[in-house]
């Protein structure tokens, strides 16, 4: 593979379209000039904000589209008037063809999921694809999944992604051999639904060469960071991605009343702004935007909606990684070296 | 009933037994001078920690047991051995027999759990057990089930839950008809799993005279407090609950870190020190302590096992207000106003 990394953006996902995905570009490509892009949108206002980003100078192609897909549409709906012509579905359709290694849209998820399943095609050993996210921890990040593909699972659907979430850990964490926690609702053996039991069942009597098996974690150990790969059904993990920003949210509204209370906790927010801007920063979730479908034949990444420049770059900048290091062969090799679902 | 108020402890239970339940119900009887308790434990222990203090003088009748429950005990074990003697079960059966109108223990919720459903039976019209927790909101608090009672639900279990969670959320947080949401991944309709659009569904088209149904709501609406009650399967109330702990631990971690690395942000830490400390207590998990067994024939409530004082007492308080308030008779008439689930 070629060090030569060319990414394809819906330009006119999210809820600010190309006027956060071109300077969102222009961000991550400052932090990797060698990057190139395949830019699909409405021409005429896509070129003149990419004419007028420096940063993005020979490193753009656009390519005009005329359907976008909305935030609100269904899936379904979105694929029927889409397909083969929508900013989104042409973004995937590059990756297929081989013209970019990755594609990124800040677009509505369930669309970019149907679409990505119909275009790219699911991995073979793979029964269903799943979203990984970065989750911040106390000692570092981890990889969660599945944070929202698909609703319901099976054992054999946890350990495919175990052996995922290890493949974008060794990638993105840079670790040899990841650990990887089952989430439950305890840790004792006999605890939780039969999928995570017999998922940990297999995962202790298979041999793994990749990765550790760690055993159960529980909601606690995500944000501790206890394990480098968290895995469960897309249900739970939906929510408990949720829960936590959600908790994040409601502590840094009580801190800011705390701090407006009183003249002295005033003066004290001022002698300690750096440390607050600096938790502001650790707190910030366009740090660690970007979800990434795993399990299909090629890789797509999912930006936040409503996300700012900064954070659609982050985006971008994960897809550079993933692509750089060629996450779908060490997917592949993963798979094959994992024998409860090497495929056949 | 009468507003004579006594409550069967469990003295043994918790990480550190007695020296914390005597202390725990001293404080919780302050602030409810007429409530007495039944302690069941080893009377050799609990006595004298009884006998000095004298917020407990003349309140507490104690019950010599021989067997506690340990915290690792397997539920089925400890009902072999700690059945009708040992202080757990003890505690239950002082409500079965009307001596008490709520037990407390801060013992295995598993064992707990268990030996509640034998001895005190679910009730009529409930297929099966919930747990609910006060969860800390911007708003204040909402009574969020279950929390990890039982694996897996259908959409009558999640109705059910509905009704005993508003008839919690009537004497806990004295609301005449509180807003119920259904947990899902997602607002729109066809989000979710069979049992949440199909509860979606029955809440929909059930006439409800008690309280109202908001809709589905997501994880971060859970610290919001979008709705008074939030309803979910136990897998993913358990881990929602926990993940939530786990990120306002992070978060104050972070902080801690943060107010101690210059010296502007410890001096600014120490103008500020109030504010923190009111930030700290409200970010106290023991302020909001203690499960409540929802779905049985007696109110039973559980305390964290590594709890201090002021948590038991916090579960204590709970405990109170349920039977004072009678929550068992609030539950059965909601549920027989409510046609959907109304027991035959």
Redesign the interface.
Known sequence: MSNRVCISLDAMGGDHGPSTVVPGAAIARERHPEMTFLMFGDEAVVRPLVEAEPRLKGAVEIRHTTVSVAMDD?PSQAVRQGRGKSSMWRAIQAVRDGEAQAAVSAGNTGALMAMSKICLKTMAGIERPAIACLW???RGESVVLDV?AT??TDAEHLVEMAVMGSAMARIVLDLERPTVGL???GTEE?K??EAVKEAARLLRETELSNFTYYGFV???????GTTDVVV?E???G??????????????G???KA??G??L??K??????????A??RE??NPSRANGGVFLGLEGIVIKSHGSENAQGFASAVDLAHDMAQHDLMRTIREMLEQTPAVAPA
């Open positions: 269904k911040p921890t106390v929202g609703i319901g989430l439950n609702v006999m939780g639904n529980e909601g606690n150990d995500l944000g501790r469960t897309g249900f739970t939906n929510i408990a991605l949720k829960t936590a920003e959600g908790t994040a949210k409601q502590i509204s009580y801190l705390a701090m209370r009183t002295s906790a003066i004290g927010y001022l002698f300690a702004r750096q440390a607050f600096a938790l650790k707190m």
